[in-house]
C-alpha cells in the first residue's frame, strides 16, 4: 500500500513538474521569500501592488477609517435613522489582509501555489476582502439611545362620538426595535454586505397588537354617568379654558385597566395649547394664570366618574372652597402637585364624551351597563364646620395716617366637609359610606392701615383704632387724623382764636348823651 502511495506522489510531483516546465513557472518562483505584494493585487479594493506588508496595513487602516463616515440606514416598521459606521465601531484587522497579501502566490501547498502564480504571470487580479466586524457593546447603546425615535406607540382603535352615534376608529399597531437580535441584524450585514450593500437594515421588532375590535366596541353604548356645571358668570378667558380643556378630553377611550390622568390630557397650561389667562388659585390666593378655571373641568369630570363608579385612582380638593359644586364635590389639577386621576375597573372599555353648550359644560362616560336596574347611586355633600373670613389690618409705619388700604382678594370661607356616597335598591337606601374628606381654608379680607405722622396724638388714636378690629372705627379715625384733616383743623382754631383775639383788642365806644340841657 505504501509503495503506490509513494509512487502517486512521484507520479504528481512529476506531472506538477512537467506543468512548470510547460508553463514556465520555475521552482524558484514557488519560493515563500516575497517580500513585496504581487502586481494586480487589491485588497477590499485598495490597490496594493507593490507594498510591503507594512505598507499594505497602513493602507488598508486608511481605508478603513475614511469608511467610517459611510451611512447606513436602520428600518424599524415605518421608521428609519440614519447613522454613520463610525457610530456602530465597524472596524477590520488590516494585519491579517496585508499578511494574506503578502503571501500571494507563495503559500499553501504546491499546487495552490502553482495556480497562484499562474494567474499572476497572466495579469489576472487578484483581490482579497475585507472582513468588516462591529463593536457590539457600542451597536448596543446605539439602538438603546435611538429607541425612541425608531419606536412607534400603538394606538388603540376608538370611537368617536359624531350626531348622537358612535363612528368606529381604526388604531395602528406599536413597533419597538428589540436590541440583541437587531444588533445581530446589523453584524451579520456589516459582515457580508458593507461594502456592497444597499446600506439598508430592517432591524429586529417587537410589534403590538392594537387593542379593541370594531365588534368589542358596539357594546359601548349606555351611559354609566353623566355631570353637568354652570360656567356662564365666567370671563370671555375663563369660559374659553373651559370649552379647550373638554375639546382635550373629549373622545377619549379608555380600555380595562388603564388609568387616566387629568393633568396629563389638559397640560401644558400654555397659549399654544389653546388656554389663556384667567383666575387661578394659588397657595391660598388668586391669580392669573394661563389655564385658570380648568379645575371647572376635572371637577365636572369627576362627578360622572364617580356616577359611572369607576376607581378614583388620585383626587384633591382646592385649596379655597368653588362655588359650581357643593363642598367636597370638586376636583382640583396644580402643576405637579395636584391631579385627578381613574382607572377604568370595568371589564369592558369606556368611552367619554366632553362637550361644552349654552354656557355649561357636560361629561358623559359611555360603557357596557351591568348594575342592576333598579340599583341607583347618589352622591350628598355634608359640611362639617364653617369658618367665616374676618377684617385684618395691618400697620404700615411707611404710609402716612388717612391711608386704608385693601391688599387681599376676594375673602373666602373655610369649610370642612365629607362626600357620602347612598346606594339605593327600588329607592330605599341600602348603604351609607363617607366617600371622601375635604378642607377648604379661610381667606381673611386683609388691609395696610397708614400710622405715619408727626402727631403723636394721630398715632396713638389711629394704632387704638386698629386695635378695635373694626373698619368703620379704623376709617373714621383715619379721616380725622390725616394730614389734611389735621391740618384744616388746625388752621380753624388759629381762625377761630386770631378772630376771639382781635374782638379783645378793639376799645368800647362810649354812648352818647342824647339829654337836652
Not at 519560493?31 to 477590499?44: Q, R, Y
Not at 392594537?210 to 354617568?225: R, T
Request: proline share 2%; net charge negative; charged share 25%.
Amino acid at each position: 500500500m505504501k509503495s503506490f502511495q509513494k509512487i502517486g506522489i512521484i507520479a504528481g510531483g512529476i506531472l506538477i513538474a512537467g506543468a512548470l516546465t510547460w508553463t514556465g513557472v520555475t521552482a524558484a518562483d514557488l519560493s515563500t521569500d516575497n517580500t513585496t505584494i504581487p502586481e494586480h493585487v487589491t485588497i477590499g479594493g485598495v490597490d496594493v501592488a507593490g507594498m510591503d506588508e507594512s505598507q499594505a496595513m497602513e493602507a488598508v487602516a486608511d481605508h478603513i477609517t475614511a469608511l467610517s463616515t459611510t451611512e447606513i440606514s436602520l428600518t424599524a416598521g415605518e421608521k428609519s435613522i440614519t447613522v454613520t459606521a463610525g457610530d456602530m465601531g465597524i472596524s477590520a484587522d488590516a494585519q491579517a489582509a496585508a499578511h494574506k497579501a503578502i503571501r500571494y502566490g507563495s503559500s499553501g501547498n504546491l499546487l495552490e501555489r502553482f495556480r497562484d502564480r499562474q494567474d499572476i504571470k497572466e495579469g489576472k487580479t487578484k483581490d482579497f476582502p475585507i472582513v468588516y466586524t462591529i463593536d457590539r457593546s457600542m451597536t448596543e447603546n446605539l439602538l438603546e439611545s435611538k429607541a425612541e425615535e425608531l419606536s412607534q406607540e400603538a394606538v388603540d382603535n376608538g370611537l368617536k362620538r359624531e350626531n348622537g352615534e358612535f363612528i368606529f376608529i381604526e388604531g395602528k399597531e406599536g413597533i419597538t426595535v428589540d436590541i440583541a437580535p437587531s444588533v445581530e441584524a446589523i453584524e451579520s450585514y456589516v459582515a457580508a454586505s458593507f461594502e456592497s450593500g444597499s446600506g439598508q437594515i430592517e432591524l429586529a421588532t417587537i410589534v403590538e397588537e392594537p387593542q379593541g375590535n370594531e365588534e368589542d366596541l358596539k357594546s359601548i353604548k349606555d351611559v354609566l354617568g353623566s355631570y353637568v356645571t354652570d360656567f356662564s358668570s365666567s370671563s370671555a378667558a375663563r369660559a374659553n379654558n373651559v370649552r379647550n380643556g373638554a375639546s382635550l378630553i373629549n373622545d377619549t377611550m379608555l380600555y380595562p385597566g388603564e388609568t387616566f390622568s387629568v393633568a396629563k390630557a389638559l397640560n401644558p397650561m400654555t397659549a399654544e395649547n389653546g388656554y389663556q389667562q384667567a383666575p387661578s388659585y394659588e397657595n391660598g390666593t388668586t391669580v392669573m394664570t394661563y389655564g385658570g378655571g380648568i379645575c371647572q373641568v376635572s371637577t365636572t369630570l369627576y362627578n360622572a366618574v364617580i356616577r359611572a363608579e369607576l376607581e378614583v385612582v388620585e383626587r384633591s380638593s382646592h385649596s379655597m372652597i368653588v362655588t359650581y359644586v357643593k363642598p367636597s364635590e370638586d376636583a382640583a389639577i396644580a402643576g405637579d402637585s395636584k391631579d385627578f386621576k381613574f382607572k377604568n375597573n370595568q371589564d369592558t372599555p369606556i368611552y367619554i364624551e366632553g362637550y361644552t353648550n349654552g354656557g355649561k359644560i357636560y361629561f358623559n362616560i359611555y360603557g357596557k351597563e351591568t348594575r342592576p336596574a333598579n340599583r341607583t347611586v347618589e352622591f350628598e355633600s355634608e359640611v362639617l364646620a364653617k369658618t367665616e373670613p374676618k377684617n385684618v389690618f395691618h400697620a404700615d409705619g411707611g404710609t402716612a395716617i388717612g391711608s386704608v388700604v385693601k391688599t387681599s382678594g376676594s375673602a373666602h370661607t373655610g369649610y370642612k366637609a365629607r362626600l357620602w356616597k347612598i346606594v339605593k335598591e327600588d329607592g330605599k337606601e341600602v348603604s351609607r359610606e363617607v366617600f371622601n374628606n375635604s378642607s377648604y381654608r379661610v381667606t381673611n379680607n386683609e388691609y395696610s392701615v397708614g400710622t405715619k405722622s408727626d402727631s403723636a396724638d394721630a398715632v396713638a388714636a389711629i394704632k387704638a383704632a386698629i386695635a378695635s378690629g373694626d373698619l368703620s372705627t379704623i376709617q373714621s379715625a383715619a379721616s380725622k387724623w390725616s394730614a389734611s384733616a389735621v391740618k384744616e383743623r388746625e388752621e380753624k382754631e388759629n381762625k377761630e382764636k386770631e378772630n376771639k383775639e382781635t374782638q379783645e383788642e378793639e376799645p368800647e365806644e362810649e354812648d352818647e348823651d342824647d339829654s337836652e340841657e
